[in-house]
């Protein structure tokens, strides 16, 4: 799930929390049980492990609960530790974990530690088996997976990952949380490559396979319909099996053909179709390209909406595109589509040090299509995508370190804070400066003045429309401590947020009322700041 | 607390690939070849008048198959769908050779599954309909827990089956495989009649011992072969037959983790890391890489005797040359000594028929001969391999000791003479090489009188024979094959004496090498002599066993 690891790293940087503790003070412990988070009863046989707070990657100690759940670890110096479980049916997650956050276990005098509850959650899984009319299986299909997620700070349909059927047309996503689902079947009939290929070889002669073969299968979302809009969510529970089967209706196949335009030298070299499924443009498994002498032609369409794209070569690649409703066989002329914008542009350091290469997001503002880009080591970067259309992106950089921009120069768009708006079909040359001058902010989260563990804490921009990337997030470990890094200066507002964790926390409009409780912070360059928050 | 290393937390989301294992398209190959093979027959006067109907059936039940694909291949490619009552019908051909295969998701074509070629039809021979057959697939299916009947994810389920490799038997792995699902379950499709061995990969993954105990010790699962022994001679075979499925389950018991750590010591260059196999029979049944830090090493691995191998910066192959670590408890200073795997000199020698002893070109020499070298074992093991050796180096580098059948090629005008290893026949007797000392070099003598024997095969319809060229021996028949001849066929650099030739179908198939497999067939053999320079020429009719 790199896709979200990005995601959410895009909006919450690297935390690595520093705690020192002395080589001679005294032990502590961490003991508790674990249960099943549904049925509540103790988990026995579970592997419950622990390790430094800011050290992720390494196992300090390892228990396997006896039949009563319990577990418990001695010899602990005072910090911040995480922990662990994982058993058959449930797999590893951390304490108290919501997405990417967990509540550490804070060790130290004073402090409880022991008798935590530690609610394991059971390993769901959505499966099934895709047939087709004809009642026979439909094997090699690909199931892609979505589900509805707000770890961008919006709820959004993002993708989970992708299966294929077996000999009898059978799929499984194994080890799924809880959470809205949508499965997405694309597919075409065994026997349609073996015509398409045999037409290949004899010159497209339409004679070696009669027109039976001609059949294919439009991408299907559940349960069994074309339209993304009318697809039927799975409400998935913890430790539940989902059956969703599906059955393919094969349609007569399609052809488009893109003219090449008129007294047009940057002739189309390439012309596809892409299809829109959420977040992401699918290829097609049926269609292929042939150039023919003044037009390329697509053939092996299902019937439906497309994305037509056409790139042609010139100095540098253009990209035109156009939608395409296909119901019958249909011709269209290349100069129809629409040139995109395109971004050039390179990334720097404040203070001239030096770049990891990494990744360039935009976030479009009102689609919340992201376009990501890579950046070389020198900081170079050009973006041409089927989803660079006009509109207003927020930037964000990943590289593995605290990379905040600073500032940004744009000729072709208009820079706005943490965003640029773009519009026409212009070349947007860009430059991104990034800053060094990040404070800190480490907090407590309390309720009626006691500590609240797990709470959700967000820390809002004075802008929070354009200044997106901004935003930071932790959760309050056990003592209600927090901390919020890579925070660039500038005023801003903290919020403490209980069973928060379904909130589009980024989202303008729902934040205005909560706001108005937050702590107002004015952050200055390289500081630590100590706040309270108090907690909804 | 932030979670940076998501990695660890974030549910890890598995995606399981049900598809196991592979599926028909060798089906199309087949047909390429096919079609690339057949000659593409004149158009005769009365053309595009021809027919060729039939049915497509299931082998097993005799039923009817709706929506296979019937593919022609010949100077005329077609293809077409069968209806509910599995029939398909080709109208307006050409009178000439083509090739049918027929193809559907769940069956093999016999007749490619079988005889490995597809079906050849001469068109306007007949008009009776074609039958075409397919086998359908079978598959075995099963649970793999722990004795406790706790199940076991993510582990390899493989089938092994025996074929006949250049005339001897080969273990085909990983082939046909599949991974254990949450529930332990797994299922291996797609699979062809025969007879196959189940075993169920190693794991590395550890799980903790004893419940309640603090940090108690790792435990993990070695390779077992069904039911549970840990080497192939002992397994049991399974019989699948076309459209079956059958169950095997497997129940492991989890062996303790013991820690082993120390450094390795070579005369050469250090591998940046070693492999340990656990030794189990004439194999290995678990095994597991360590990362050489400055020579030293930290691995946990279950009690037995290991064997650990590595390869040089240069790729050379080292390995414990028979000595074994024996591992029993926790062990931080163990002392691995790693030597070169043995290397065997060859010198080729050339004689001239017109008299004289003659060291031609010691270098040019070389490149006249290729060197296979068969390994022979008695007990089946999975490790067992063939070695394929061209003269860059006057030397056959990194040979795992063992014993061999030694195959010496060269090219005509010259032919093998002799091939020796001190005073060990080479071309009648197996080659071992002891492990950790030096073995002798083999010495191979070539004369240019090399004799031919070439001819015609008369081939029957829809056949594509094989013929084999026998030289009978007492301890070792020297044996060579050309595989799907047509019409026509030749072998060169052959040394003076009495050859059987045999013509049949599938022969290529068959443990030739075997002189008990072997023997039925030169009943029917045609036998020439051949003096040194001969040039024999023989018409050959196949014979359909």
Known sequence: ?536 | MHACAQRRFVSKLVILLLNATLGIPAVRGYAQEADETLPAQPAKSASHEHAVAGTVINSVTGEALNRAVVEFWGPVKRATLTDASGRFEFNSLDQGSVSIVVAKPGFFDEQITSRGQPLVLRVGSSATPVVLRMIPASSIIGRVTTQEGEPLEGFLVRAIIQQNLAGRPRWVDHMFQAQTLEDGSYRIAQMPPGTYYLVVDQSQEATLSQPGVPNPRDQGYAQVFYPAVSELSAAAPMELRGGQEVEANFALTAEPFYKLAGMVVTQDQLPSEIVFQRAAGQGSDFHQNAALEEGRFQIEVPAGSYAAYGTTPAGMLLSTAGASIALSSDTSDGRIALAPLPSVPVRVRTELASGGTELVDAAQALQLVRVNLHSVSTTPSLQQADMGWNPRSSEIQNVEPGAYEVEVNTFDPWRVESAHCGSLDLLSENLTIPAGSQPSAIEITLRNDAATVSGTVVEAEGEMASVLLVQQNSTRNLVKLLPRVQGRFQFNGLAPGDYALIVSDGIDKVEYMNPEVLNPYLATAVHVSLPPHGRANVNLSPVNR
Request: net charge negative; hydrophobic share 35%; with cysteine.
């Open chain 1, 1 to 536: 799930m790199l896709q979200r690891v990005i995601a959410r790293f895009f909006l919450i940087g690297v935390l690595v929390a520093r705690l020192s503790a002395g080589p001679h003070e005294p032990d502590f412990g961490v003991s508790g049980i674990t249960i099943d988070a549904i049925t509540g009863q103790p988990l026995s046989r579970s592997e419950v492990s622990i390790g430094k707070a800011e050290e992720l990657e390494t196992t300090l100690q390892k228990v396997l609960t006896e039949s009563d759940g319990h577990f418990a670890f001695t010899h602990l110096q005072p910090g911040k530790y995480w922990l662990a479980a994982r058993r058959n049916g449930f797999r590893k997650q951390g304490y108290e974990q919501h997405g990417g956050y967990l509540s550490a276990v804070v060790v130290g005098p004073g402090l409880a530690s022991d008798n935590l509850i530690f609610r394991v959650h059971p390993d769901a899984s959505i499966g099934g088996t895709i047939i087709d009319g004809d009642n026979e299986a439909v094997s090699n299909a690909s199931v892609l997976l979505f589900h509805t997620d707000f770890s961008t700070g919006f709820k959004q349909v993002s993708y989970v990952g992708e299966a294929s059927t077996d000999d009898r047309g059978a799929y499984r996503f194994a080890h799924l949380e809880s959470g809205q689902y949508f499965a997405v079947f694309s597919a075409q009939p065994w026997y349609g490559s073996i015509a398409a290929e045999l037409r290949q070889r004899t010159g497209g002669d339409p004679s070696v396979a009669p027109p039976v073969f001609d059949m294919v299968y439009p991408t299907t979302y559940y349960h069994g319909v074309t339209e993304s809009s009318s697809a039927s969510p799975i409400p998935l529970h913890d430790g539940e099996n989902f059956v969703a089967d599906v059955t393919l209706a094969a349609e007569p196949v399609l052809r488009l053909r893109v003219n090449h335009g008129n007294g047009d030298a940057q002739q189309p070299r390439t012309a596809s179709l892409k299809q829109a499924v959420f977040d992401r443009l699918i290829d097609l498994p049926s269609t292929q390209e042939n150039s023919i002498d003044d037009a390329i032609e697509i053939s092996g369409i299902p019937p439906g909406k497309y994305l037509l794209d056409v790139q042609s070569y010139a100095r540098t690649v253009n990209t035109r595109c156009r939608m395409v409703d296909l119901m019958g066989d249909t011709q269209v002329d290349a100069d129809s589509t629409t040139l995109l914008p395109s971004i050039r542009g390179v990334i720097q350091r404040d203070g001239g040090l030096n770049l990891r290469s990494g990744f360039l997001r935009l976030w479009n503002l009102r689609t919340q299509q992201v376009v990501d880009t890579q950046y070389s080591e020198n900081g170079e970067f050009s973006v041409n995508s089927e989803f660079l259309t006009p509109g207003t992106y927020a930037v964000f950089v990943r590289n593995g370190e605290n990379s905040i921009i600073s500032s940004m120069v744009a000729t072709g768009a208009k820079v706005m804070g943490q965003s640029i708006q773009i519009s026409g079909s212009t070349t947007v040359e860009l430059s991104i400066r990034l800053s060094r001058s990040l404070s800190t902010i480490d907090g407590t989260a309390l309720r009626d003045g006691k500590p609240i563990p797990g709470a959700m804490i967000v820390l809002v921009p004075e802008n929070p429309e354009l200044d997106l990337p901004l935003f930071r997030r932790d959760q309050s470990d056990s003592d209600g401590t927090f901390r919020l890094r890579d925070v660039l200066p500038g005023r801003y507002k903290i919020l403490g947020i209980d069973n928060g964790w379904d909130l589009e926390w980024a989202n303008p409009t729902l934040l205005k009322t909560r706001l108005a409780h937050a702590v107002d912070e004015q952050i200055q360059p390289n500081m630590t700041y100590k706040v309270i928050v108090n907690v909804e």
